[in-house]
C-alpha cells in the first residue's frame, strides 16, 4: 500500500507516466486513509456494541446466577452428569468430581456431581453457583472481563476493516495490470504486422 503512494513514477509527469499509474497511486492513497479514518471508526463502534451487550450479559448472569455454601459428600470415581456439564472446571487439571448437597436459592435441597478442588473430601463446604432453580450454574461473567472481551472485539474489528481494504486495493491493482498486459499484448501484435517493412517507420 505504501509503495503505491510513494513510487516517484506513479506521480511524475513524463512520457512513461500511464493514466493507470496515477489511478493507482490514488488507490493507494485512499485506501491508507480508509485505514486510518475507517478502521478506528469501526474498530470504536464494534467495541462500543460489544461492550453495552457484553454489560446487559453481566447484568443478567448476576441477576439470575447465586452463590451458595454446598456441602461435599462422597468422591466421584469418573463420568460425567447433567450437573457436571454445566462446570467450566470439570475437565481442568487439580479438580476432581464429588457428590454434593446444596440449597437452591428458594431453600429446596438439591444434590448433584460437581467439580471442586483436589483437596476437598466429604463433610467439607465450598462455594457453588446456582441459577434460580437451584441447578448447577458457572460463575458470572465479572465487568472487567466484559470490558477486555469488548476491546479485544473492537481491535479485531478495526484490523478487519483494513485487511478488508487491503484487499480491495490488491483486486483493483491486479486488475490494472491485467489491463496493462492486455494493452501490450494489442501493441506487440500490432507491431508484429509491420516489423521489418520500409514504410512503417521502424
Sequence with gaps: MVRATTC?????????????????????????????????????????????????TVREQHRHRHPVSATAVRSVPGGRSAESDHDARADREGYHRIVAHWRGPDGTARSGTVSVHQGTGP????PLWTDDRGRVSARPMAPRTAAVHAVLAGFGAALGTGGLVEIARRLVVWRLLQRRYAQWDRAWERAGHTWGRADAGS
Excluded: K, M, N, Y
Excluded at 513524463?14 to 469501526?42: H, I, K, N, Q
Excluded at 463433610?123 to 465450598?126: I, M
Design 123 to 126: 463433610g467439607d463446604r465450598f
Design 8 to 56: 516517484p513514477w506513479h506521480w511524475r509527469r513524463g512520457p512513461l507516466r500511464r493514466r493507470s499509474d496515477v489511478f493507482e497511486a490514488w488507490v493507494g492513497v485512499v485506501a491508507v486513509l480508509l485505514t486510518l479514518l475507517a478502521g478506528p471508526v469501526v474498530g470504536w463502534s464494534a467495541g462500543s456494541l460489544a461492550h453495552e451487550a457484553l454489560r446487559q
